[in-house]
């Protein structure tokens, strides 16, 4: 796998989002951004995005700011604007599928329905994008889903959640840093 060298938080923007289980990307590339002394300020290709150095390498840091379902939009011209490849671009995301509290790093492979990662591999071309999924867990019997991802984390699911959060901006720099995917999963998937 080549080196990570773009990392792209998915979410949706404005304040009213900004809690909400759908921005648990936002909230990763956030805690990476401050770990790094990235400072996410310009606005290129409708996405917020940071630039900084680590060790050698270039690496931009990106929130889509075209609502989560059209992530792709601004992902695909980027990479292109910046000649990234997309198996060098880490996707950060929510996931239905996994347990709060649960992390994991995947090379590639299908959406699994999740529409911003979808948007993404569309305009790409190609389902070989690394990402790094974010349980949130499935809805409550009889919660519609789509208010469930857009709904603030409980305080109970903050304290599962945060520390993920921060784990997951640890798996992150690990990949930046020119760490393996093999490694990472084996570190930081659980």
Do not use: C
């Amino acid at each position: 796998m080549a080196l990570v060298l773009m990392v792209v938080g998915l979410g949706n923007p404005g304040p009213r989002y900004a809690t909400t289980r759908h921005n648990a990307g936002f909230m990763v590339v956030d805690l990476l951004a401050d770990d790094l002394g990235i400072t996410l300020d310009r606005t290129r290709e409708q996405a917020l995005t940071g630039q900084g150095l680590v060790g050698n390498n270039r690496v931009l840091l990106v929130k889509p700011q075209t609502y989560m379902n059209n992530s792709g939009q601004a992902v695909a011209p980027l990479a292109r604007w910046y000649g990234i490849a997309p198996e060098a671009i880490l996707v950060i995301h929510d996931d239905l599928d996994l347990a709060p509290g649960r992390l994991r790093l995947r090379r590639g492979g299908s959406s699994g329905g999740h529409r911003g990662l979808q948007s993404i591999i569309t305009h790409l071309g190609t389902t070989a994008v690394p990402r790094l999924k974010i349980g949130i867990g499935r809805p409550p019997l009889g919660q519609n889903v789509i208010d469930y991802v857009l709904k603030p984390f409980s305080e109970g699911d903050w304290e599962l959640i945060r520390p993920v959060l921060l784990e997951a901006a640890r798996a992150a720099r690990f990949l930046l840093e020119g760490g393996s995917m093999d490694e990472a999963m084996n570190r930081f998937n659980h």
